[in-house]
């Protein structure tokens, strides 16, 4: 069998079986078809060997591709052979095992400086011309501006990733524990919580006109159609509300999403707790928030004032 064929039936495999979500198997695809452009797409995939493997690595590393990547890449390959071997397209897959060395991208995330969060927050919430939140009549009178500041605080407030915040279901919305009930990336539910007064009071209201509306599907969050919001929609809004606001830089959801990571760990959470906030299969990956802005590092070393703790000049 020709690799573009082997590769069109993998792609459509992991969809339908493995339930990932699009943007994976959009990436895992892309890697393959660069790997099926490296052999050409006449190969036969009894033609593939490690050092097949091996060469299309280095490739990628030669045309400067990001550690982060090639690993995406070594691991897209992988799972074909996997694959290849368990439904018996390929009989002998005993040379085709490889590891790449390459040191793991730590790279920081970027985060909203407070100042800039506020001025975004309070640009939303003249939008929608809200001065009570439980004014349902604001809401009602501009949706489309409500269900910004709702996605926008709930990625704040939470963490959740675009497409967790647009999946919410109105079902799962339990106003009286404060609380919502997500699945998230690799079907794993989590809770994740309202966490104050002003937060719930908002949804509350959002709910009311949802229903006033008659929004008929199960997803919180509409969009101007009244149909279910799309994380390219959430991204589009959002953009657009930065350059409205006025801030000095595009902020994007996932940047919501480590703002509220800095945040709860400048204010002294345990790390813990965070990873199940957001999700997070391994602590490794949530350690990456351990690092403090240069404001924070700034504040704590001042405060410290270690010349001022060794002056003996007063004694």
Wanted: aromatic share 6%; charged share 25%.
């Amino acid at each position: 069998m020709q690799i573009s064929m082997a590769r069109e039936r993998y792609v459509h495999w992991l969809s339908a079986v493995r339930d990932l979500s699009p943007h994976t198997v959009r990436a895992y695809s892309g890697d393959l078809v660069a790997f099926e452009h490296h052999l050409g797409p006449a190969t036969s995939i009894e033609e593939i060997d490690r050092q097949h493997l091996l060469a299309f690595i280095e490739r990628q590393r030669e045309a400067g591709l990001s550690v982060t990547s090639i690993r995406r890449r070594a691991c897209a390959l992988r799972g074909f052979c996997r694959w290849l071997k368990a439904t018996e397209l390929l009989t002998d897959d005993s040379g085709l095992d490889f590891s790449i060395a390459a040191a793991r991208s730590r790279q920081l995330p970027r985060f909203v400086p407070p100042s800039e969060l506020r001025r975004l927050l309070a640009h939303l919430r003249r939008e929608v011309g809200l001065v009570d939140v439980s004014d349902e009549g604001a809401t009602l009178r501009n949706p489309h501006d409500a269900t910004t500041l709702l996605a926008v605080a709930l990625m704040l407030t939470t963490g959740v990733r675009v497409q967790e915040v647009v999946g919410i279901r109105a079902a799962d919305v339990d106003l009286w524990s404060r609380s919502l009930r997500l699945l998230g990336k690799g079907r794993r539910e989590r809770e994740v919580y309202l966490t104050n007064r002003w937060l719930t009071e908002l949804t509350r209201s959002y709910l009311a006109v949802r229903e006033r509306l008659g929004i008929s599907h199960d997803r919180l969050l509409f969009n101007r159609h009244l149909s279910p919001l799309t994380p390219p929609a959430m991204r589009g809004r959002l953009a657009k509300a930065t350059e409205a606001a006025g801030l000095r830089c595009r902020v994007t959801p996932h940047m919501l999403r480590h703002s509220a990571a800095t945040q709860l760990i400048e204010a002294g959470v345990d790390i813990r707790y965070i990873q199940r906030l957001l999700g997070h299969a391994s602590l490794s990956t949530t350690e990456i928030y351990t690092h403090v802005s240069d404001a924070a590092l700034r504040r704590v070393v001042s405060e410290a004032d270690i010349l001022r703790r060794l002056d003996t000049s007063d004694n």
